[in-house]
């Protein structure tokens, strides 16, 4: 059927798209750092909405909704590598607290 991409948290799938895709029950999954990767799975589509970089994919048809789940994953991993190596750098400010440094100043 097909994959929709939309670039930003302001774009949705059009209301053709949530009519026609995205009724009835569905699953909602949550991937990544506090969650910010949902899948939500409908009978015939599944919309991913991954609020770190502000996308959303809606896939429609059951060969193009297999590929959501291998995407939410590969997201998660993404935001897990990214944010760890943001936290590998100590301000000089954060290491200067540290009251166990054997170079710190007493006073």
Known sequence: MGV??????????????RERYMTGKC?????????????????????LKDDIDDIRILYTGPKDKLKARDEA?????????????????????TAGHNPESPHRKSG
Not at 34 to 45: C, N, S, T, W
């Open 73 to 93: 994953k590969r997201l998660e991993g993404h935001h897990e590598r990214t944010s760890a190596q943001k936290n590998l750098f100590t301000p000089g400010k």
């Open 27 to 47: 699953e909602e999954h949550h991937f990544g750092p506090e969650g910010q990767v949902v899948l939500i799975e409908y009978r015939e589509a599944a919309y």
């Open 4 to 17: 929709f991409r939309y670039t930003d948290k302001y774009t949705a799938p059009t209301r053709e798209q």
